[in-house]
T-cell receptor, first 111, second 114 residues
Framework: GQQLNQSPQSMFIQEGEDVSMNCTSSSIFNTWLWYKQDPGEGPVLLIALYKAGELTSNGRLTAQFGITRKDSFLNISASIPSDVGIYFCAGATGANSKLTFGKGITLSVRP | GAGVSQSPSNKVTEKGKDVELRCDPISGHTALYWYRQSLGQGLEFLIYFQGNSAPDKSGLPSDRFSAERTGGSVSTLTIQRTQQEDSAVYLC????????????FGDGTRLSIL
């Protein structure tokens, strides 16, 4: 079946640093989404991407939809302590189709 | 509230019992999804509703799992004869159905089977 690959499983950065996360797939997706999950809460949508090559920003976050439609990346600039959490990528093949999730990357930010 | 609401937030039950989990989607969202998240894992799709019908049930792991949606709003996920491997966080999401729209999640029900 479809799988999304996120690695490494954990990342440790210093406050103020930038960080980049990749998500790759062997299958094509037509929508890419990035979510952040805090302990005990549901995933919160960060950025949604709908077109190959699209580059979208949301504050300090920037994400891109790869032109092959098989990958996406998320950049966080000037990290702050509240960026700590688990970052999931997710892909969808069509309107109102299920999301396929990566296993997530746990981000730790050292003050 | 304005978000997806799930209840209960936590459920502990004995192996073999039936459980019902409830999801109240965002008002006006006709698409509703159930996912399961095991410890340290990503989310695993279970079932999708469009209105009251379920065009995609492909993720339900066994016939012990069922879900329904009434009035195009509230949905319940039922697990019969629970097993220990059913322990997980069950998450519900909803979205608008008019075009490709991102899914918005509730905070989930943490289910523990003793």
């Amino acid at each position: 079946g479809q799988q999304l690959n996120q690695s490494p499983q954990s990342m440790f950065i210093q406050e103020g640093e930038d960080v980049s996360m990749n998500c790759t797939s062997s299958s094509i997706f037509n929508t890419w989404l990035w979510y952040k999950q805090d302990p005990g809460e549901g995933p919160v949508l960060l950025i949604a991407l709908y077109k190959a090559g699209e580059l979208t920003s949301n504050g300090r976050l920037t994400a891109q939809f790869g032109i092959t439609r098989k990958d996406s990346f998320l950049n966080i600039s000037a990290s702050i302590p509240s960026d700590v959490g688990i970052y999931f990528c997710a892909g969808a093949t069509g309107a109102n189709s299920k999301l396929t999730f990566g296993k997530g990357i746990t981000l730790s930010v050292r003050p | 509230g304005a978000g997806v609401s799930q209840s209960p937030s936590n459920k502990v039950t004995e192996k073999g019992k039936d459980v019902e989990l409830r999801c109240d989607p965002i008002s006006g969202h006709t698409a509703l999804y159930w996912y399961r998240q095991s410890l340290g894992q990503g989310l695993e799709f279970l079932i999708y509703f469009q209105g009251n019908s379920a065009p995609d049930k492909s993720g339900l792991p066994s016939d012990r799992f069922s879900a329904e949606r009434t009035g195009g709003s509230v949905s319940t996920l039922t697990i019969q004869r629970t097993q220990q491997e059913d322990s997980a966080v069950y998450l519900c999401a909803s979205s608008l159905a008019s075009r490709v729209q991102p899914q918005h999640f509730g905070d989930g029900t943490r289910l523990s089977i003793l």
